[in-house]
Structure formats: C-alpha cells, structure tokens
C-alpha cells in the first residue's frame, strides 16, 4: 500500500544540483541515540577544514543551504564562526541538533551570526538526562520547549524529528497532534524509519571480499526480530488519522522501482483549523520556480513568507483546490476566522537504507544527505564504513554465504 509514484512529484534533485549539502562539524556528541549511524573517531574539525568543505560544496553541489550536523554541532567551538562564513556565501545554515546545548543565550548568537533554523532531533529512543523512559507524547513537552524558545527570538524557523521504531510507530500521531496545534511556530516534522544490521545473522565483506567485523559500527545490533516499519506503512496510517494530509513528492530508491524513500507533503492551516495539503503541481511549481528565480532548488522555506497566497495556485493543483473549498466552508461557519493567519507546515517520512538479500543497500536516489569524506561526495549515513573499512561494505545472509563456499 501506499501512494502511487504517479500522483506524486519526483523532486528534481542531483548529485551536483540539490539543494542540500550535509557538513558534520564534529562526530562528538552529548547524548546517545539507538538510531545513531556515526562513531566517534575524528573528533572536531578545524575551522579551516570546515570552511573547505564549503567551498567545495558550494562549488560542487549547487546548495540552499548547509545540514550543519554531527555528532552534536551545538558543542563545537567554532559553530558561530562556521554559521557566519556560511551566511556570508549567501547559502542558508540550519543546524541539526539534539539541542541539549541550546540555550536562549547561544540562540541570539546563532541568529546574530545568520543561521536559519534548526532541525531538532527529540525521540524517546535517546539517552536524555531526565527525559529516558518518556513516550513520544510525554517528549512533547521537551518539544514545546524548543519551539517557544526560538518562537520568542523569532525569525528563524524549527524542524522537528524522529527515528520510528516498531514500538513507536503507533505514536506518530501524538507527536503530528502536537505539531498541527503548534502550526504557528513549528514549520515541520519528519518521521525517519528505524533500520539496522544484525550480527546474528549475517556476515560483511569489504569491496575485496575480504570479511570485516561490522560490530565497530554503531548501526548494528546483535539480533533484530521485529518488522521494520516503512515509509508507505507510515504515510497511510498518517492518511489515516488525518484526513487533511497528503504527500506531494518522492525520492525513489537506487535499487527497487517501488520504494519511496522520500515522502514529502505540506499542509495549511490556522491555529485553530487544519484545511488541506498541497499537491503535485505546487510542488513543482515550487522547485521550478525557486530554480528558475535564485539558480538553486529548495529545501526549506519559512511559512511567514507565503501564508494565504499559497491558494493562488489552487486553479492548478487540485489536492491544494480541495484545502481551499475546506478553508471556504470553514469561512462560512466562522467569519472571523478570515482574519487569521495561515501557516504552512511540511511532514516529510524517510525511510532509511534497506539491506537487500544479495547484499546491495536500496540507498535514497539523489541523496540529500550527501556529505564529504576524502575529498569526494559520500552518504552520510554510510560514511563510518568508509571511515573504519576504506569504502561502502556488502552485507549477506551468513546462512547464504556458507552455501556458497561449500
């Protein structure tokens, strides 16, 4: 089940064209995450290697802005001086954080110094001080927190996600509740589905075929015997408990036809109603139209800077007409409510890469998430391969494997 590819709009991403570049400051962090895929091995960058790697992205990939992550990037020293030098290429910094570090004082700096917004990492999977054995729903008075943090300095927006796991799945719509009454100071929230590598099970070849030991890497465990959960699972039980959201686009799969590895949707709504989401032809219009007027594609935008205006296309997008006949009846019932202001806020699922049965990884096609390691573009969640083994490993059924050499 799930959405069907052809209703949806592939975003128009690349390699050297895509709006994001993903730079870690530091594998270094102040908490730990089961859905964490980095060691700490290298520890904090220098400013100069930093400022390197923007460059060469800013050369190589064509971005909108930087992913600035780690580790925890709110922990390095010279994050203000990264976010500044960033600002000045004229390309937007949002820092990915746990935000454990983040204080109203370092916000105004962080502002001052020209980031964005932030995407903020909250699940109940994370070994927080004083929050360990909370549920999702329970997390979102950490959520709140941050939210009316960066709300109260203003002109910045906050993106808020987490790993589903098979446990967690059912509290999606705890955490969509949330965000939906927060409409006018969240502007997002992506659903990341857990994956992992067992070691009970399989066995790891580097790209000589000589074996290697994969416990070193952080995303394996010894067993798993639960399902893992996948973004069409998580699309229709969304579909489900809200009616008024739907995606608008994809990112497909490098190996499978029919993998969605990328779901990305965006609805509108007051504070007090939810009346829709846009559709394909928004978000075409949309990419084209930022790639048309500023040379690049999109990833994040502010909902201060459209609001109402989004219902202009709704003569062309009929996902986008439907919210607004629902904004029209709610009109009716309501006059008062014309004067509220309306808000975007994106929902995006990733699913993350799934280890196929003759070893090859089903990767996210046109990956955002690419980052640099040896001078050349690598998927961030696969880096520490490269950086323990010397390149991408292949995972196979041990069982197989056996068979095979007798």
């Not at 995606?247 to 990305?264: C, I, N, Q, R």
């Amino acid at each position: 089940m799930g959405p069907e590819k052809r209703e949806l709009y592939r975003l128009p991403w690349s390699m050297n064209d895509n709006p994001i570049a993903w730079l870690e400051l530091t594998d270094i962090c102040n908490i730990h995450c089961d859905g964490c895929y980095r060691q700490n091995v290298t520890g904090h960058k220098t400013l100069d290697q930093m400022k390197d790697e923007v460059d060469f992205f800013c050369q190589w990939r064509n971005p909108d802005n930087f992913s600035l992550a780690g580790g925890e990037p709110l922990i390095h020293p010279d994050v203000l001086e990264l976010v500044s030098y960033i600002a000045t290429r004229g390309v937007k910094p949002v820092i990915l954080t746990n935000a454990k570090a983040l204080t109203p004082e370092l916000l105004k700096d962080l502002k001052k110094a020209g980031v964005a917004g932030f995407t903020i990492h909250i699940d109940s999977h994370q070994e927080r001080p004083g929050w360990i054995g909370k549920s999702e729903s329970e997390l979102n008075e950490l959520r709140q927190k941050y939210a009316d943090m960066i709300a109260d300095e203003g002109g910045m927006y906050v993106i808020f996600n987490s790993t589903v796991y098979p446990s967690t799945f059912s509290e999606i719509p705890d955490v969509v509740r949330w965000g939906q009454a927060n409409i006018d100071r969240v502007h997002g929230m992506v659903f990341i589905t857990y994956r992992t590598a067992t070691l009970d099970d399989s066995v790891a070849m580097d790209a000589l075929d000589r074996d290697v030991d994969i416990s070193k890497l952080s995303y394996t465990r010894d067993s798993f015997d639960e399902e893992f959960v996948t973004s069409p699972q998580v699309y229709e039980l969304l579909r489900r408990e809200f009616p008024e959201y739907d995606a608008a686009a994809y990112l497909g799969g490098t190996v499978k036809h029919d993998s969605f590895k990328w779901l990305v949707g965006a609805q509108m709504g007051s504070r007090h109603k939810v009346y829709g989401s846009i559709g394909k032809r928004t978000m075409e219009l949309s990419q084209t139209g930022h790639h048309l007027w500023t040379g690049r594609y999109l990833a994040y935008l502010s909902a201060s800077k459209v609001g109402s205006k989004i219902f202009l296309l709704a003569p062309w997008d009929r996902t986008l007409r439907q919210a607004w006949k629902n904004r029209l009846a709610y009109l009716l019932r309501h006059p008062l409510s014309l004067f509220e202001r309306i808000y975007i806020q994106s929902i995006a699922v990733i699913q993350a890469p799934d280890i196929l049965p003759d070893g090859r990884a089903d990767m996210c096609d046109s990956c955002p998430d690419i980052t640099i390691y040896d001078g050349k573009f690598v998927n961030s969640c696969r880096m520490d391969e490269c950086r323990l083994f010397g390149g991408f490993v292949t995972v196979l059924d041990k069982d197989e494997v056996t068979a095979a050499k007798n």
